[in-house]
């Protein structure tokens, strides 16, 4: 099993930041892509950043500039800061994981619980 904990979601007033993490652990032999979605009341989930092995990340035009994502591979940690926040900021915001269990075996998609970001004054 491969298991995700996220956590940093609070209630911010605009213009605040925030700090959210996600901690992947369990049975897991290498990873490959990390991201954080999000999803907000009534609204499918969408991407926000990711960021792939050896680095390289993509935004979602509404956060470009204001938000930035980074791993730490040695702790399999992914984090995303978030400055600038806006009230349609507001969601859910899911950590997603694709990691391979063992040498042999494919990538497969891991999701977080989930922590809920509210940014309201």
């Known amino acids: 099993q491969v298991q995700l904990v996220e956590s940093g979601g609070d209630l911010v007033q605009p213009g605040g930041s925030l700090r959210l993490s996600c901690a992947a652990s369990?049975?897991?032999?290498?990873?490959?892509?990390m991201g954080w979605y999000r999803q907000a009341p009534g609204k499918q989930r969408e991407l926000v950043a990711t960021?792939?092995?050896?680095?390289?990340?993509n935004y979602a035009d509404s956060v470009k500039g204001r938000f930035s994502i980074s791993r730490d591979n040695a702790k399999n940690t992914v984090y995303l800061q978030m400055n600038s926040l806006k009230p349609e900021d507001t969601a859910v915001y899911y950590c997603?994981?694709?990691?391979?269990?063992?040498?042999?075996?494919?990538?497969?998609?891991?999701w977080g619980q989930g922590t809920q970001v509210t940014v309201s004054s």
């Open positions: 960021v792939t092995g050896d680095g390289s990340t």
């Open positions: 369990g049975n897991i032999f290498s990873i490959n892509d």
């Open positions: 997603n994981v694709r990691a391979r269990r063992w040498s042999w075996s494919r990538f497969g998609d891991y």
